[in-house]
Structures are given as structure tokens and as C-alpha cells.
């Protein structure tokens, strides 16, 4: 008998005793054609079997894709809801430092108001005004309650939002910041140096969004120098052209940000305040005003720094702005 | 060790049996067809020559003899012990929750005796959980002890099983043998072949090897989706499709098989425990993915070994059987070639196969190809 290769084929001859096919009888190769026929049906279920399973599992990948499309799309679009939150809670915060601000402003006109108005009283209780201290005293009046109108709008113009993008001289608006923190920039014995205060930066951008940001960091350089004890307190301003950007350099000489921590104080709820003073946001929200509707860049290091020939050592952000073209 | 092999086929034996192996320390391991009443004749004839003998058995979804697969047949293997003890354990129960209170029976029972060294375990294939049992057993085994076996068969109809125990043909049983002494080698090994494919899925909802729902939709419509056509004749159509298992705190994944579904439930019954979380897939294999799984489980077996003279016992899953169809005796012919010509091998198609499965613990196994080889050292 001719010797067969397909060992499927050898056993089933092997299995109906078929040797010789010169003797085959009826009955044996009908019996042959059933085993033959029995693996072409398997071969055929196993063809239909694996092709409808890959089938199947084409349609489930393709689904899982979409659904994993929608997943993704689920993800953002609870994300963006999170950051219009931060955003929300940010400006609280913020609104929050700005309160404190205003009463650090208005504790000195109001008690100007107050000695002047008591003084008066006195005065024409004891007969003893004239007409011309009356109007003296009303002037004053008059110069403080301007002080303390110039104060809201200083503080109204910081919560506008800016509409478009306009030329604004970052120094100017770096200048009207410090307005703000000065009283309690003093009242902390914290010198701010900013001999570069008539200079000319010229940048295309979001005046308010930036005064928010510098005042979040001139914030935090105060609340790091005040429990600090050292004989001077700076925090100095710089400014310097690098290519087609303008750098902002704000240095302070607390000793600078633990290493441990120096790569996360721009990540959302980082704070090492106690958490009746820090939300965690304030550095978050300088990165996202700066990096995306700037276009900017803002990173921190810790550096010595100069101030009148004497070397100091401390956290140092810089702030990178595009010029003007 | 003396030793023995039989086919028992169309009312004949392939050979004569040999009573001069018959005495206390023989043991004869029988695998037959799952309709008994075409071998009661053949246990009457082994019982009446090996009267001094210890007879155990079960039914099959297909018997092997040397490198051959039959159905309807009764394969036999006779050892006769020369310096090895052995013991025989019969439990029985009556609910499949008894099924981890039996392994731990097996092994209290067993261990009573000094020098145990290995546990061969038949056990009914419908109404046990083999996962349970292998836990049971686990929990009370001291260390070193071998642990090889499987479930009784029954072709791919998952009707009725059998265990043959003291002359008689039991369900609801579980027999087990233990061997003793410095004299006896057993070594066990289990290898698959299956690779999973599609989606990675988790279990939602299970209740011990009953499964309900992956990721939230019916386990049942799932595998109906995947068979298609063939979904007619599940249960045994499932086990194209195998489930490989990760429970949690587990890097080994284990393979598990269909036994039975619930349409009304849409669930689906596996071997094994299927726990809620565990990450699963679906399996798939070609012809030549399970014959090389068989030929790697021989390759493990022996690895470092040069055993001349032994019996190899192989229990393959019935789903593999499926898959393979007539090129099933590929695999057993892979397994039986890389023998020496001293070592004989019988076996059997299972509805599970329990090997070692970590240091000191074994497992239910499912689709694997599990080989345990026995032989005496004097």
C-alpha cells in the first residue's frame, strides 16, 4: 500500500482495520467516507468557529474604543468642571488676600478720619474752633476718603477682567502691585528693591491676570520671610530682555524652598501653610493664568541674589513674557 | 515495581491479563467509558483474577492506551509494589458543598501513616468542586506531598460520572490513593497551550464556580456571541472557549472550563471557583498551540529525570478533545514519544485535572494536558 503522509488519514485506515484497497468492501469504505466526512465537518466548524470568533471580538475592541472615546471625553469634560472649580476657589481666595489688603489700607485713612472727626468734637464742644481749623480738618477728611477711594479702584481695576489682549508695561503694572502689598509689606519690616521701577518692558497680554499672579507671589515671599528671623527682609524685583521675552525675576531671602518640595508647589492643593491660611491654589493658578492664557512660562529655583554688594539666598521665581512685537 | 497495561475493547482484551501481578500490593488504575454496562464485564473478569488486589477507576470522555485514543473502552494500568505501601481513601458526600470538607477528609485520613509522599485522587466530575477540593486539601497537606489526579468524564454529554471503589460504580465519591516509603517517585506536571484572546474583562457577579455576569452583562450571552452557531450544543460547545482566570493576589492565572449552564439565570457553571473581580479572558487554541502544550507537560515531567522503567499517567481535559477532534491522539503521541520504551502510559479525557499548582499546593486545572509518572526505586 502507498505509503500516506497525513497522519489524520494513516489513523483513520489504522482505525477500520483497511490495509489492502484492493479488498476494500462496501461497508468498510462507506464506514472510511463517514471518518472522512466527520473531519471535513470539523474542519469546516473550526473555520466558521474562528472566524466568527474573531468577528465578535473585532466588534468588541471596536466598541470598548468607543467606548473608551466617550470615557476619555467623560474624563475631560469633568476635568474642566474640576478646574472651573479651582478656578472659582481661587478667586475666593484671592478675593479673600484681597480683603485683608483692604483693611490693611483703610486701617491707617480710617483712623486719620476718626482722630480728625474726634478732634473736632472736642474742639467744638470746648468752643474752641475756628473756621479755619474746621476747613483744615475737612481737607483732611477729604484727602483720606481719596485715599480710600483711589484704594477700591486700584483693587476694582485688579478684579476686571481684561476682555482682549492689550499692550501693557509690565513694570507699570508690576509697580501698581507693589501699591497694594506696600502697608503690609511694612508693617512686616519686609524692604521691597525695585530699582528698575521707571523702566520700560513692553508685553501684549492680560494686565490683571498678571497683577494676580505677582501678587500671589509677593504674598507668599512675605508669609515665608515674616516667621523668619534675620536682621533684613528683601524681596527684590528684576527685570531683563532675553531674546523675544522679558523675564521677571522676584527674589526673597528666606532661604529658599525645601528641595522635597520645590518640583510640587505649582500642583493643585499643594500648600505647606496651615490650612486656615493656604488653599493649595494660588501657585496652581499663577502656572494656568501664566502657561496658558500668557503663553508664558513661570519656574522657581532657589539662588543668592544681590542687594547693595551683600549676597542673600533664597527662592527666586522668574516670570518669561513674550515682548511686544 | 511490576507492571501491567490493558485496552478492554469490543468485549476483548487486548492481551492476556497477567495474574501472576495479582497481590496486597497491587494496585490497578482503570479509565473507562462513562455507559459502565460495556465494561462490567471486563471488571468482573480483572476482579476475578486480581482478587488480592486494589481496583479504583473512573469514567472518561475518552480513554487512553499507549499513545492511542478509544471510546467505549476500558483502559487499565496494574502496578505491583514491590517496597511501597500504599493506602486507598473512599469519600463520599452527598452536596457540592461538602467538596472542601472532602479534601481536607483525604488528606487527615492519608496522613494518619508515616512517609507520605504522594496523593492520587479520582474524584466524581459533576457534583464536586474540584476548586474547593484542591482548598480543602491544601489547607492540611504537609509539605513535599505530590498531589496529582482529575475529575471523572463523561464524553462531552456532562450527564453522569463514575467512580469504581470496592466493586462498585459510585457517584458522589471521591477515591484517593496515598503511597509511601523512600521507594516511590512521583512527579507530576501540567501544561496548556491555550493563549487568550479579546478582551480583558473582570467578574462582576459569581458565586463560587457559578458565573453570572462580566463586566456587567450575562457570562452566557457572551459565549453564545463567540459560538455562534455552535452555542446549540453548549454546554460542551463552551469548552472551545475556555476562561482564563487572575484572581486577585494571584500572579499565576488558572484556566477554567464549562460543566453545565443555567438559561434561565443566563450563568454558566465552570469547574473551578470563578471570584467576584478576578480579571478574565476568553482562550482559544490551534491544533498545534495544544499538541505542543502536551509535548511542554512531557517536557517538564521528565526534565532532569532518566526514568527507564514507570507508568505515566495522562489526563487531558475533554476540551482540548474538542478542539483537537481526530488529530487528538497528536498529543498524546507528542507526551508518549518522548518516553524510554520501559515506561508505559495510560489515561484518560477529564472534566478537570488536579496538579501541583505553587510549592506545597495543588490546584484544579482545566484544558491542560497533566501528567503524573509513578515508579519504584529498590
Sequence with gaps: MEELDNKVLKRQLKKLDISDYSNLSETKFKQFLQIVQQTYDEMDNNVYRLENSLDVSSKELNDLTQNLEIRIEEELSKNREKDKQLLIQAKFAAMGEMIANIAHQWRQPLSGISTVASSMLVQIELELTSLEEAKKSYEKILEFTGYLTQTIEDFRDYFKKDKYPREFNIVDCMNKTINIVEISYKNSGIKIVNSQKNQEYLSLGFQNELKQVLINILNNAKDALIPKDLKEKFVKIEYKKEGLNSIISIYDNAGGIPKDIIDNIFEPYFTTKHKSQGTGLGLYMCKQIIENHANGEIIVENKDFEVDGKSYFGACFNIKLKNKE | ?378
Aim: glycine share 8%; proline share 2%.
Design chain 2, 1 to 378: 515495581m511490576k507492571k501491567a497495561t490493558y485496552l478492554y475493547k469490543n468485549g476483548v482484551w487486548n492481551k492476556e491479563l497477567d495474574g501472576s501481578l495479582d497481590s496486597e500490593q497491587t494496585l490497578i488504575l482503570c479509565f473507562g467509558t462513562s455507559n459502565h454496562p460495556l465494561i462490567e464485564e471486563a471488571f468482573n473478569y480483572l476482579s476475578s483474577i486480581f482478587k488480592n488486589s486494589t481496583i479504583i477507576g473512573c469514567s472518561t470522555s475518552g480513554e487512553i492506551y499507549q499513545d492511542e485514543l478509544f471510546e467505549g473502552c476500558l483502559s487499565v494500568a496494574i502496578l505491583k509494589f514491590e517496597k511501597t505501601r500504599f493506602k486507598l481513601n473512599k469519600e463520599r458526600f452527598e452536596d457540592i458543598s461538602q467538596s472542601y470538607e472532602v479534601g481536607i477528609n483525604i488528606v487527615t485520613k492519608l496522613q494518619e501513616e508515616e512517609d507520605l509522599k504522594s496523593i492520587f485522587i479520582l474524584s466524581d466530575g459533576l457534583f464536586i468542586n474540584g476548586s474547593k477540593l484542591t482548598k480543602g486539601i491544601n489547607s492540611c497537606l504537609k509539605e513535599g506531598v505530590i498531589v496529582s489526579g482529575g475529575l471523572a468524564g463523561d464524553d462531552d454529554r456532562f450527564e453522569k460520572t463514575w467512580i469504581f471503589v470496592d466493586g462498585q460504580f459510585i457517584s458522589h465519591c471521591v477515591v484517593s490513593i496515598g503511597l509511601y516509603g523512600e521507594n516511590i517517585n512521583v512527579f507530576s506536571s501540567s501544561y496548556g497551550g491555550w493563549k487568550q484572546f479579546g478582551i480583558n474583562r473582570i467578574v462582576t457577579n459569581a458565586i463560587d464556580n457559578t458565573l453570572f455576569e462580566i463586566d456587567d452583562k450575562p457570562a452566557l450571552r457572551i459565549y453564545k456571541d463567540y459560538l455562534g452557531e455552535n452555542s446549540k450544543n453548549l454546554p460542551a460547545s463552551g469548552l472551545f472557549f475556555p476562561l482564563m482566570v487572575k484572581e486577585k493576589g494571584y500572579e499565576k492565572p488558572k484556566v477554567r472550563t464549562i460543566l453545565s449552564i443555567d438559561e434561565d439565570k443566563q450563568s454558566i457553571t465552570f469547574a473551578g471557583d470563578i471570584p467576584v473581580g478576578s480579571e478574565v479572558m476568553l482562550m482559544k487554541a490551534s491544533f498545534a498551540d495544544l499538541v505542543n502544550g502536551a509535548y511542554k507537560s512531557g517536557e517538564e515531567l521528565l526534565f532532569g529525570k532518566n526514568v527507564e522503567d514507570g507508568i505515566s499517567i495522562a489526563i487531558s481535559c475533554v476540551g482540548r478533545k474538542l478542539v483537537l477532534g481526530q488529530k487528538t491522539e497528536d498529543e498524546i503521541d507528542a507526551v508518549y514519544k518522548q518516553f524510554n520504551s520501559g515506561v508505559e502510559q495510560i489515561g484518560y479525557y477529564s472534566y478537570g485535572e488536579i496538579a501541583p499548582f505553587i510549592e506545597n499546593e495543588c490546584d484544579l486545572y482545566n484544558q491542560t494536558m497533566t501528567l503524573t509518572l509513578i515508579w519504584e526505586t529498590i
